[in-house]
Nanobody, 122 residues
Framework: QLQASGGGLVQAGGSLRLSCAASGRTFSSYIMGWFRQAPGKEREFVATINWSGGTTYYADSVKGRFTTSKDNAKNTVYLQMNSLKPEDTAVYYC?????????????????WGQGTLVTVSS
């Protein structure tokens, strides 16, 4: 299971750090991904990180503002979000993929956590 947390209400320009804790299995060998879904919009890719944490890839809309990392000892992946904008408002989901390749599509992922809501006020 994946449990996302850390969402909340923040003003534009602020920061939040989301966490995604895994339980029931070890996700240290998995590709991890972050996705988000804004009201009335389709789910979109945000970021992904490989099993070691050494390789990451970001959507253009968050590149330079968001950073994903993982702590395999804690079975947890993080999404540090800085310089938040109102358009970042969404429910954020973490997901895990059993593969050697990073994935940017929701269908690439095998396990999903429940979402955590991020609201950025202007």
């Amino acid at each position: 299971q994946l449990q996302a947390s850390g969402g909340g209400l923040v003003q534009a320009g602020g920061s939040l750090r989301l966490s995604c804790a895994a339980s029931g299995r070890t996700f240290s060998s998995y590709i991890m991904g972050w996705f988000r879904q804004a009201p009335g919009k389709e789910r979109e890719f945000v970021a992904t990180i490989n099993w070691s944490g050494g390789t990451t890839y970001y959507a253009d809309s968050v590149k330079g503002r968001f950073t994903t990392s993982k702590d395999n000892a804690k079975n947890t992946v993080y999404l540090q979000m800085n310089s938040l904008k109102p358009e970042d408002t969404a429910v954020y989901y973490c997901a895990a993929r059993w593969s050697l390749a990073l994935g940017t599509r929701g269908s690439d992922y095998d396990y999903w956590g429940q979402g955590t809501l991020v609201t950025v006020s202007s």
